[in-house]
């Protein structure tokens, strides 16, 4: 009920609990970098700051609201989540934060990412999840988000111990995640910057870019872009319209830029970007023309990752690779018209469990979508 207040709250603050705070403050505030050695690459005169979302257990930006999701649950007295999982990044957040609230986690993962990418399975397993392949009902089928969906509102309506939990495009996950935009609000005052001139995030179902981009949209000249791929266009190609969350068609009807919910994209290494609708806040900000959006194919996604590894020295996931690709575009542009802009970009996860991706990408064997 608490998730739920906060979804349709019109309070502007919203009280972050102090047993969630005890959980956070484990990785955050996250560092605020500025990419100097990626700046002197580019040969830019922008500032380009990052917002390190990697630090955390999960490494990813979604522990976030895995955590305050857990907390809230457990006060009510549930006892145990499900959920769904793409490659493992949201499955393996949640199994983290329900260890730490001592609830039990059912994660429904993507057939396909379940027999390939089975690290961030043996993570969740680790931290005391358990996990089983979607399309339950079909052994045949590589699955796809929205199936896993439907298959973990189903378990959670079949159980009076147990609720769904969503890690993206609901209200309450965004404002979740708007810790992202606050601390690097601050985090820039103190590094003597009087703000960002361009916020910049990977969008998928829209949390690490609402949760860095929202704090900043009432600001005037902060220009707001959203990252995503040409094999998933929402917001560059979808409709406005309603529509569900999920395959099936369980989930409440959402005003969004929908691909359609039956919309199944390719298989590309982004796994956490290939979603087909997007969170309502952020579609109604493209709508009403506050916040861009563009869209890049892989190939161009990660040579701007590994340009990044081998200046900056990490290696970003290939989700976060798409934000990188979109930085440096528009610093290379800065650089032709001279501007010394502020750019900031959220580092949403590492890409340490996704170098099969980065070996597809060396090796000739990425597929162009
Ligand atoms: C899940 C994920 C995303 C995309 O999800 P959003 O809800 O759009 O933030 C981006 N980056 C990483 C590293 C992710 O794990």
Not at 144 to 170: K, N
Not at 184 to 192: I, N, S, T, W
Not at 339 to 349: A, D, H, N, P, T
Request: hydrophobic share 40%; with cysteine; proline share 7%.
């Amino acid at each position: 009920m608490a998730l739920i207040g906060q979804e349709v709250s019109t309070d502007p603050w919203i009280d972050i609990p102090g047993e969630v705070i005890d959980v956070l403050r484990s990785w955050r505030p996250t560092p605020l970098v500025r990419a100097e050695r990626l700046e002197a690459a580019l040969g830019t005169p922008a500032r380009i700051y990052f917002k390190d979302e990697s630090v955390s257990p999960a490494g990813s930006h979604k522990p976030n609201t895995a955590v305050p999701q857990a907390f809230y649950n457990k006060v009510e007295g549930i006892s145990r989540l499900s959920t769904e999982t793409g490659a493992g990044q949201w499955g393996s957040s949640l199994a983290y934060a329900c260890s730490r609230f001592d609830l039990e986690c059912k994660v429904y993962m993507v057939r396909a990412s379940f027999e390939q990418k089975p690290y961030r399975r043996m993570m969740m397993e680790v931290w005391g999840g358990s996990v089983e392949p979607s399309p339950v009902d079909d052994p045949s089928h590589p699955g796809s988000l929205g199936s896993a969906i439907s298959d973990a509102v189903r378990d959670a309506v079949s159980r009076a111990d147990t609720h769904y939990s969503l890690g993206s495009v609901l209200n309450h996950v965004l404002l979740h995640q708007t810790v992202i935009g606050l601390e690097a609000k601050e985090q820039l005052a103190m590094a003597g910057e009087s703000g960002p001139n361009l916020v910049v995030a990977s969008c998928g179902g829209g949390s690490n870019f609402g949760g860095i981009s929202l704090p900043f949209v009432p600001d005037a000249g902060v220009d707001i872009l959203a990252v995503e791929p040409s094999s998933c266009p929402t917001l560059t190609e979808g409709r406005f319209d309603y529509d569900f969350g999920d395959t099936v068609g369980l989930t409440p009807l959402l005003p969004m830029y929908t691909l359609g919910h039956e919309f199944v994209p390719p298989s590309i290494h982004a796994g956490g970007l290939r979603y087909h609708g997007d969170a309502p806040i952020v579609s109604n900000l493209v709508q009403a023309g506050r916040v861009r959006a563009v869209a890049y194919p892989q190939r161009k996604v990660f040579d701007a990752a590994v340009q990044f590894a081998r200046t900056q020295g990490t290696i970003p996931a290939p989700e976060t690779s798409h934000a990188i690709r979109a930085v440096i575009d528009e610093a290379l542009a800065a650089k032709e018209s001279g501007e010394e802009k502020v750019i900031l970009f959220c580092y949403s996860g590492h890409g340490l469990l996704d170098l099969a991706a980065y070996d597809d990408y060396l090796h000739g064997r990425l597929i162009e979508v």
